[in-house]
């Protein structure tokens, strides 16, 4: 009888313990995991305009002689993108007050947008001039409708426009050259 007592409090005892160890394993499987809060609200994302296809695509086609439009399509994965937009921003600060209009139109996949593109917008202070296309919805002959020499195939691309007179840039580009196509705009009456 004394065995059988013995061995059912042993076997108790084993399974309080393998509870406790589970408890335990769990408790420390919460202290180690990280929480991940999201860096941007609802409302920092929602500052950011999408355009459709065709509302781009009346943006582009835009023909207002007084106002030198500079749209540089770009998306936050692309390093030639990042290297340039310094030089941008910078042109886009020289040029306040005067008649110039600067947009940054990001081709990022739609789930990077409320992330990586924010934050871009942000880290540059260009929330205001960021324009998001769902790249996704771009086709063929929305490439030929709006431009001369881009078919979409890579980017950085710079469009530069007044009236009618049309800068097409496939590529990164250099501050020097950025200077002088705008000072080009700029100084034709």
């Not at 459709?52 to 399509?73: R, W």
């Not at 496939?170 to 100084?187: I, P, R, Y």
Request: aromatic residues 12%.
């Amino acid at each position: 009888m004394k065995k059988i007592i013995f061995y059912s409090f042993l076997s108790i005892s084993f399974l309080a313990c393998k509870k406790n160890d589970e408890k335990v394993a769990e408790t420390q499987a919460k202290e180690d995991s990280i929480i991940v809060e999201p860096t941007k609200s609802e409302a920092d994302v929602a500052e950011l305009v999408e355009f459709s296809p065709e509302k781009m695509s009346a943006y582009i086609q835009n023909k207002n002689s007084d106002t030198l439009y500079v749209t540089n399509f770009f998306a936050t994965w692309c390093g030639p993108c990042m290297h340039e937009i310094p030089f941008f921003h910078k042109k886009m600060e020289e040029l306040q007050g005067q008649p110039v209009k600067f947009t940054f139109v990001s081709l990022d996949n739609k789930n990077v947008w409320a992330t990586d593109v924010s934050d871009f917008a942000d880290e540059f202070n260009i929330r205001k001039n960021v324009t998001l296309l769902d790249g996704s919805l771009l086709n063929t002959e929305f490439f030929k409708q709006n431009f001369k020499t881009w078919d979409g195939g890579a980017i950085p691309f710079t469009l530069i426009k007044k009236g009618d007179k049309v800068d097409e840039t496939l590529g990164s580009m250099t501050e020097d050259a950025l200077n002088q196509k705008l000072n080009q705009f700029l100084s034709a009456k």
